[in-house]
């Protein structure tokens, strides 16, 4: 048969690799400054767009999207290639795709510090971003598809599937999560409100860890593993189960992530369910690449590319033995909300996906520039140091997380609480947040030494942009025979439809109860919509990132309606909450029942310097809350928009809405003269105590009308 030749685009991979590099670089540093603001502060600089709450998502999207999506652009770009032997489907297409996904980068290092955000974890960019990334992922899956399709490989191997997954499910969690409604340019409202807005978001935000940070990687670990091994893949029969199993078990268990909340039974115990049952095909897959390894652990304790991938391997296993865990109820009683969690996201963002970054890089930049690795001796300087960051990051924030837990929840012999004041909780594990930044900061200085030795590399080499090769043309015959599942991959379209079939089952299942049966989200009658001035302290709490360190979550615990001072939360409390603000970590004290239980003049006190009236507190200042103005421009526009997403604003509202904001902003402002403090009733810091005043009161209006009948 006669041998077709063309050649593997090197080009648009190797700059997918100078991105990968370059903001992993800046998304660990950032990291790490997030970190050392923990117990210092001051680190912020006093300025607005470096506090913790707006630099924390623009860390996490920039580890998550820039490092780790570039990561696996350059990984699949250059494996998709050489598994289907074939030149990617449009060269046009690919740098669409690369320059694309790079301003979507810089429109996100742009906004998050300028306070435009949804507070969504994960999902945190404003609408016309969403867009663009939207735009951008189907030019990606055309060239996918595309590739696919044009492919002289009859049979799609193992990681075709994984990306293939990774692209319909991404797609079908990005659209559905970011329906919004716009307010303006920069400023939108979740088109869905409360229990509906954090089933999504979770459903979303799991799965993005599901299907962006894991599936790919998967992925890439079936097709990198072996080569740097030079074994085959320990089990196809296992790669199948792995897969299928992974996808359809994945999609269910976001609902884990809302344990004790105020979302409906049947949906925590389904997330519990498939959270439990998803340990098996993820440890089906750890342990079929750690299989792949039989007869070459010789070669692993001197080849750094493979000590890379066996610790990313097992960091998987590790973290998707602990996601199971970490969903059952007894202990994510104990768990949730501390900074166990923090360990948890950690173990697996820094030691499967860094890890095995790591290690594909090691392993592509020496045969695309046609040379050495500059350095082993370096390479494996950079594994030891990077291993010890991950322990001395992972292990204080496990102490730090049984601590808190412990501390919220001991009471004395006569049934108080051992540690009423939160503050406590917070200093007693500042020394454990020092020693993660520590962590932080050697696995930073190994990334700084992977990128000198690649750059060494590189320099010492010539690249390939364009590599020669030649195969077959594919055969058009009919193929019969073979393993039951040949007969499937060897139908890119079929398999793509079944993988989008499988993954849309149990987001269905879960979606469709909560959104159109009434009795999932019951109403309360006195739970009224935010007034204009609430609403503005609202998008001001939103915009300066307070969900990042404050739950407004009050769990059915004893000791948490005791610190609390209140009813557990209630599900109709949120039905007018466009977004829901339950948030996930809590840094600070719950602040769902925190409205009239300080006089107005404690909370500009508390903005202003945290310490005055909380000594020894890790909050920093907000000076500018008090110079900077509401626009209240914007408020006609924010009735109109909420009205069209289901808030009973009476129409017209939108015209008169300012009048009431001044009322209740004089109310606030004399409140303030009367102890003794000048504010202007314009002033953010007005508003911002109007929405925290609010908070938890309406379930208090019911408790006194009930008593009254």
């Known amino acids: 048969m006669a041998l077709e030749k063309f050649s593997y685009d090197n080009k648009i991979v190797k700059y997918f690799v100078i991105a990968t590099v370059i903001f992993g670089l800046v998304g660990m540093l950032v990291g790490l400054t997030a970190a050392i603001q923990l117990f210092y502060p001051d680190l912020n600089f006093g300025l607005q767009y470096t506090t913790f709450g707006r630099i924390r998502p623009l860390h996490?999207?920039?580890?998550?999207?820039?490092?780790?999506?570039?990561?696996?652009?350059?990984?699949?770009?250059?494996?998709?290639?050489?598994?289907?032997?074939?030149?990617?489907?449009?060269?046009?297409?690919?740098?669409?795709?690369?320059?694309?996904?790079?301003?979507i980068i810089l429109a996100a290092a742009i906004s998050l510090p300028l306070g435009y955000t949804t507070s969504k974890e994960?999902?945190?960019?404003?609408?016309?971003?969403?867009?663009?990334?939207?735009?951008?992922?189907?030019?990606?899956?055309?060239?996918m598809i595309g590739t696919i399709i044009k492919r002289r490989e009859r049979h799609m191997y193992v990681a075709i599937w994984f990306y293939i997954a990774t692209f319909v499910t991404v797609a079908v969690l990005h659209i559905v999560n970011s329906f919004e409604m716009p307010v303006t340019f920069m400023k939108s409202y979740s088109w869905y409100a409360g229990v509906q807005d954090a089933l999504v978001q979770w459903w979303y935000g799991h799965n993005a860890v599901a299907f962006f940070l894991t599936t790919p990687f998967l992925g890439l670990m079936?097709?990198?593993?072996?080569?740097?091994?030079?074994?085959?893949?320990?089990?196809?029969?296992?790669?199948?189960?792995?897969?299928?199993?992974?996808?359809?078990?994945?999609?269910?268990?976001?609902?884990?992530?809302?344990?004790?909340?105020?979302?409906?039974?049947?949906a925590q115990s389904l997330g519990v369910v498939f959270s439990v049952m998803l340990i098996a095909p993820s440890w089906g897959g750890m342990l079929n690449g750690l299989l792949t390894l039989r007869g070459a652990w010789d070669r692993v304790r001197e080849n750094p590319v493979l000590k890379f991938m066996v610790?990313?391997?097992?960091?998987?296993?590790?973290?998707?033995?602990?996601?199971?865990?970490?969903?059952?109820?007894?202990?994510?009683?104990?768990?949730?909300?501390?900074?166990?969690?923090?360990?948890?996201?950690?173990?697996?963002?820094?030691?499967?996906?860094?890890?095995?970054?790591?290690?594909?890089?090691?392993?592509?930049i020496p045969r695309m520039w046609n040379t050495?690795?500059?350095s082993t001796k370096l390479a494996n300087v950079h594994f030891w140091i990077g291993t010890l960051g991950i322990i001395f990051y992972a292990l204080p924030m496990y102490i730090a997380g049984l601590t808190q837990s412990l501390m919220w929840k001991e009471f004395t012999a006569d049934g108080f609480l051992q540690y009423p004041n939160f503050l406590e909780t917070v200093t007693?594990?500042?020394?454990?947040?020092?020693?993660?930044?520590?962590?932080?900061?050697?696995?930073?200085?190994?990334?700084?030494?992977?990128?000198y030795n690649l750059v060494k590399t590189a320099k010492q080499g010539s690249f390939i942009a364009n590599e020669d090769a030649e195969a077959p043309a594919l055969e058009k015959k009919k193929i019969t025979g073979g393993h039951w599942h040949s007969a499937l991959e060897r139908k890119p379209v079929l398999f793509t439809v079944l993988s989008l079939i499988a993954i849309l089952i149990g987001g269905v299942?879960?979606?469709?109860?909560?959104?159109?049966?009434?009795?999932?989200?019951?109403?309360?009658?006195?739970?009224?919509?935010?007034?204009?001035?609430?609403?503005?302290?609202?998008?001001?709490?939103?915009?300066?990132?307070?969900?990042?360190?404050?739950?407004?979550?009050?769990?059915?615990?004893?000791?948490?309606?005791?610190?609390?001072?209140?009813?557990?939360?209630?599900?109709?409390?949120?039905?007018?909450d466009h977004p829901f603000l339950w948030g996930s970590k809590r840094t600070g004290p719950d602040l769902h029942r925190v409205g009239k239980k300080y006089?107005?003049?404690?909370?500009?006190?508390?903005?202003?310097?945290?310490?005055?009236?909380?000594?020894?507190?890790?909050?920093?200042?907000?000076?500018?809350?008090?110079?900077?103005?509401?626009?209240?421009?914007?408020?006609?526009?924010?009735?109109?928009?909420?009205?069209?997403?289901?808030?009973?604003?009476?129409?017209?509202?939108?015209?008169?809405?300012?009048?009431?904001?001044?009322?209740?902003?004089?109310?606030?402002?004399?409140?303030?003269?009367?102890?003794?403090?000048?504010?202007?009733?314009?002033?953010?810091?007005?508003?911002?105590?109007?929405?925290?005043?609010?908070?938890?009161?309406?379930?208090?209006?019911?408790?006194?009308?009930?008593?009254?009948?």
């Not at 945190?124 to 899956?141: K, R, S, Y």
């Not at 904001?661 to 911002?688: F, P, S, T, Y």
């Open 60 to 103: 996490t999207n920039a580890v998550i999207f820039a490092f780790v999506g570039n990561a696996m652009f350059a990984g699949t770009y250059y494996s998709l290639q050489r598994l289907l032997k074939t030149r990617m489907f449009s060269d046009m297409l690919s740098w669409i795709h690369f320059w694309g996904w790079q301003l």
């Open 509 to 576: 299942i879960e979606m469709v109860p909560t959104f159109l049966i009434k009795s999932n989200v019951p109403t309360i009658a006195s739970v009224k919509p935010y007034t204009p001035l609430e609403l503005h302290g609202r998008d001001i709490y939103i915009r300066e990132g307070c969900v990042g360190c404050h739950s407004q979550m009050v769990r059915p615990f004893r000791s948490e309606t005791e610190r609390y001072n209140g009813e557990y939360s209630k599900a109709g409390e949120f039905v007018y």
């Open 599 to 709: 006089p107005d003049s404690w909370h500009y006190e508390h903005m202003y310097d945290p310490t005055r009236i909380s000594p020894g507190s890790i909050m920093p200042p907000y000076p500018w809350l008090f110079d900077q103005m509401v626009d209240k421009e914007e408020t006609a526009g924010k009735i109109k928009a909420l009205r069209k997403i289901g808030v009973p604003y009476d129409i017209g509202y939108e015209e008169i809405a300012n009048q009431d904001l001044d009322r209740q902003a004089e109310r606030i402002v004399k409140n303030l003269k009367a102890d003794g403090i000048e504010v202007v009733k314009e002033a953010e810091i007005v508003a911002l105590i109007a929405y925290l005043q609010r908070l938890g009161t309406d379930i208090k209006a019911q408790e006194t009308a009930d008593l009254n009948q």
């Open 428 to 451: 007693q594990i500042i020394p454990m947040y020092v020693l993660r930044a520590i962590g932080g900061t050697l696995y930073l200085i190994g990334a700084i030494m992977m990128s």
């Open 311 to 364: 610790v990313a391997v097992t960091a998987y296993g590790m973290a998707t033995f602990e996601g199971p865990m970490l969903s059952l109820k007894n202990f994510n009683a104990i768990t949730h909300f501390t900074d166990w969690i923090i360990a948890h996201v950690h173990v697996g963002g820094l030691g499967w996906n860094g890890f095995l970054t790591f290690g594909m890089l090691y392993w592509m």
């Open 122 to 143: 994960y999902a945190e960019l404003e609408w016309p971003i969403d867009i663009a990334i939207t735009l951008i992922w189907v030019v990606f899956g055309i060239n």
């Open 222 to 266: 079936y097709y990198f593993l072996p080569k740097a091994a030079n074994r085959p893949v320990y089990s196809y029969k296992l790669s199948i189960i792995h897969f299928w199993s992974l996808i359809f078990i994945y999609i269910w268990a976001g609902p884990h992530h809302l344990l004790y909340t105020s979302l409906p039974d049947w």
């Open 372 to 374: 050495k690795l500059y």
